[in-house]
């Protein structure tokens, strides 16, 4: 790794490290350079929220690096306003361990991108899906919120488990596969308990 790369992983590192509190103004602006965390109040027009993140065919090292942070940070902020808002007290036991797994998920991949041997600079503004639902969240009635959590932060982490085991079974870049390998378990785990907090 570059010493360049270094200095924007230490860079990553403090951002990351410092992210907290769901921010209050959404982004206006893509950020491609620095590492801002994802806004998260936008309200975007139908159309524009079924936008996927776009993928990186030449690196499938850094896009799904990038894909699992934007799942990982979106659980994150999903599990602080389900701890604030959750009617029922299994639900918020749920959010707090998809919480507290979430910052671990996040320090395990500030290790792999460390240990990575691919170009980990990539854009880390959420994209009009995950605004519309962390939205959504924020909006919903009181009487409606742990089963709609449930079902759009299970649905996040399901899809987030699912990227990892295809990158743990075919990924090239060690560090991120072995990242891929450790973090897949937690995302399932963490839907399933969110699964059962619905059903219950």
Same mark, same amino acid.
């Given at each position: 790794m570059t010493f360049k790369a270094a200095y924007k992983?230490?860079?990553?590192?403090?951002?990351?490290?410092t992210f907290g509190a769901?921010?209050?103004?959404a982004q206006t602006t893509p950020q491609t350079t620095g590492p801002?965390?994802?806004?998260?109040? +936008? @309200?975007p027009d139908a159309a524009? !929220? *079924?936008?996927?993140?776009?993928a990186d065919a030449s690196n499938p090292a850094k896009d799904f690096i990038r894909q699992t942070?934007?799942?990982?940070?979106?659980?994150i902020a999903a +599990? @602080?306003?389900?701890?604030?808002? !959750? *009617?029922?007290p299994e639900t918020k036991a749920a959010a707090q361990t998809v919480l507290?797994?979430?910052m671990k998920v996040r320090q395990d991949m500030i290790a792999a991108i460390q240990g990575s041997t691919s170009d980990m600079h990539f854009d880390q503004t959420?994209?009009?899906?995950?605004?519309a639902k962390l939205a959504d969240l924020q909006t919903a009635a009181d009487a409606d919120f742990d089963q709609k959590y449930a079902a759009i932060a299970g649905q996040v982490l399901t899809s987030a488990a699912s990227t990892a085991s295809a990158y743990a079974a075919s990924g090239d870049d060690a560090a991120v596969k072995t990242f891929a390998t450790t973090a897949q378990p937690i995302f399932q785990t963490d839907a399933g308990k969110l699964a059962a907090t619905a059903s219950s």
């Open positions: 992983v230490t860079a990553v590192l403090a951002a990351l490290a769901l921010n209050a103004q801002t965390p994802p806004a998260t109040t +936008a @309200q524009a !929220a *079924q936008t996927p993140p776009t942070f934007l799942a990982n940070e979106f659980g +599990a @602080q306003v389900a701890i604030a808002k !959750a *009617q029922s507290n797994d979430g959420w994209n009009a899906d995950y605004k």
